[in-house]
């Protein structure tokens, strides 16, 4: 299974962008990758997933380079409910499991 | 986007008491089910993964006769704590994935239970 490499935390202040990045360097061809967000005591929650290039939906952008070996989270102008953990997941073509990591802490600040 | 719920949120037993935790997905028919388990400042950690009229399957490590899972329905996953003990106080996430989702293998998660045993 690819292995995923993610800061285990940041600090950023309300109105920044945040840009979250996580390496894959085992990533499959068929496999595409996945940010959750995580409040406590909460369940995960999906943000974005691609395979690669850019994409964006309303909450986040996902930028992943030519080689797939990496991606980044970029989340716009923050908020202090941003604050919450992120997983990078990737290996979701294989028996339908999600291994997840440690996740990075993200805090905001006032 | 589709429908997670458990039931209870959040439960405290005696400990050599056993407690079952449901998982439901409200608008969609799961055909495979997830259990984690999440220590505080943790990440969750996959328990087994259920598919609907089946056996579970366990990851290493995971007791299967402690951690009784029955996928009976496309919509309702249990879990059953047996002779819970306190090392068993976690916070236990279910997720599902249903057929025509719009996300590649997307899944969606419940809230989680917190279970304490004194």
């Known amino acids: 299974l690819a292995k995923t490499t993610q800061p285990i935390s940041m600090d950023s202040y309300e109105g920044q962008e945040v840009n979250i990045t996580c390496s894959h360097n085992?990533?499959?061809?068929?496999?595409?990758i996945t940010w959750y967000q995580q409040f406590p005591s909460q369940g995960p929650r999906f943000i974005i997933q691609g395979y690669k290039t850019k994409v964006t939906n309303e909450v986040a952008s996902l930028f992943i380079p030519a080689d797939r070996k990496s991606s980044t989270l970029s989340l716009p102008r923050v908020s202090l409910s941003d604050t919450a953990v992120y997983y990078c997941l990737v290996d979701m073509n294989r028996d339908d499991k999600i291994i997840f990591g440690k996740g990075t802490r993200l805090h905001i600040l006032p | 986007g589709a429908v997670v719920s458990q039931h209870p949120s959040r439960v405290i037993c005696k400990s050599g008491t056993s407690v079952k935790i449901e998982c439901r997905s409200l608008d969609f028919q799961a055909t495979t089910m997830f259990w984690y388990r999440q220590f505080p400042k943790q990440s969750l950690m996959l328990m087994a993964t259920s598919n609907e009229g089946s056996k579970a399957t366990y990851e290493q490590g995971v007791e299967k006769d402690k951690f009784l899972i029955n996928h009976a329905s496309l919509t309702l996953s249990t879990l059953t704590v047996t002779s819970a003990h306190p090392e068993d106080s976690s916070f236990y996430i279910c997720s599902a994935k249903g057929q025509g989702q719009s996300s590649y293998n997307e899944q969606f998660f419940g809230p989680g239970t917190r279970l304490t045993v004194l």
């Open positions: 085992n990533i499959a061809t068929n496999d595409y």
